[in-house]
């Protein structure tokens, strides 16, 4: 009932910046957290960062002071914004539901690379 759609991947050296965004449509009234999830080669996909809808945020140690996550007014729209991004942060992002999720969407490519 709820679609999300990623967009905003991208190619980036080392210590730039990428911002991703998620579009959310449906049901969205129901989606009282919402987070981002990476998924890098040979890795299981992990819990990136989360936002509630009255502004609870929370991150992964290994973007803690990199990343901001936030999300609109409407609620339709999430974004996560990634600065002075790491090779080890290459990974297929994807936004969901947390901490249950619902299905999963295409994701979007970040490749940290010089």
């Known amino acids: 009932q709820v679609q999300l759609v990623e967009s905003g991947g991208g190619l980036v050296q080392p210590g730039g910046s990428l911002r991703l965004s998620c579009a959310a449509s449906?049901?969205?009234?129901?989606?009282?957290?919402m987070a981002w999830y990476r998924q890098a080669p040979g890795k299981q996909r992990a819990l990136v960062a989360s936002?509630?809808?009255?502004?609870?945020?929370d991150y992964a140690d290994s973007v803690k002071g990199r990343f901001t996550i936030f999300r609109n007014d409407a609620h339709d729209t999430m974004y996560l914004q990634m600065n002075n991004l790491r090779p080890g942060d290459t990974a297929v992002y994807y936004c969901?539901?947390?901490?249950?999720?619902?299905?999963w969407g295409q994701g979007t490519q970040v490749t940290v690379s010089s």
């Open positions: 449906g049901d969205i009234l129901t989606l009282y957290t």
């Open positions: 936002v509630t809808i009255d502004g609870f945020r």
């Open positions: 969901n539901t947390a901490p249950d999720t619902i299905s």
